[in-house]
């Protein structure tokens, strides 16, 4: 590309819409930054039943191990780790809400495809809670597994 034009694929914006059957939502930014590497920053939303609600904001890196078109493309196979920052939210009917706040660290892989500039990109993760307090929902699960599918659009 000539000096100043940003590259094809470089950029992508994307929602997991898919999510929601979970009870998460999450809408995500990514943006090359090495030959390949990315990193990512994302806002996410939980909503487990009618009273635990948890916002949160996080990012990560991660690395094209098998790019599809070339080394400066963010499609293919990644791996990368990530952390977000939630705060939970338990809603009652008596005069006190429980408000807490966790740190989500994990790994995720994901493949993404790009045609034009749309993108799918399923993905799979797995994070731990490790500063998490005890009465939020998250704090005895151990491990917590996500599956997810992401459509976007790239630049």
């Known amino acids: 590309p000539v000096s100043g034009q940003l590259n094809p694929r470089a950029h992508g914006i994307s929602l997991n819409p898919f999510g929601v059957v979970a009870g998460t939502m999450e809408l995500r930014y990514e943006a090359r930054s090495g030959e390949s590497t990315s990193l990512h920053a994302g806002l996410r939303y ?80 797995l994070a731990v809670y490790p500063l998490t307090a005890e009465d939020s929902p998250k704090a005895h699960s151990g491990l917590d597994p996500t599956f997810g599918i992401h459509l976007g659009y790239a630049w």
């Open 46 to 125: 939980y909503a487990l039943n009618r009273n635990w609600t948890a916002p949160g904001i996080g990012g990560g890196i991660r690395w094209y191990l098998y790019p599809d078109g070339g080394a400066t493309s963010l499609s293919g196979f990644s791996i990368g780790p990530h952390a977000y920052l939630i705060y939970w939210l338990y809603e009652t009917d008596y005069e006190y809400d429980i408000r807490r706040v966790a740190l989500l660290v994990g790994v995720d892989a994901a493949y993404k495809w790009v045609w034009d500039h749309f993108f799918l990109e399923p993905s799979v993760s």
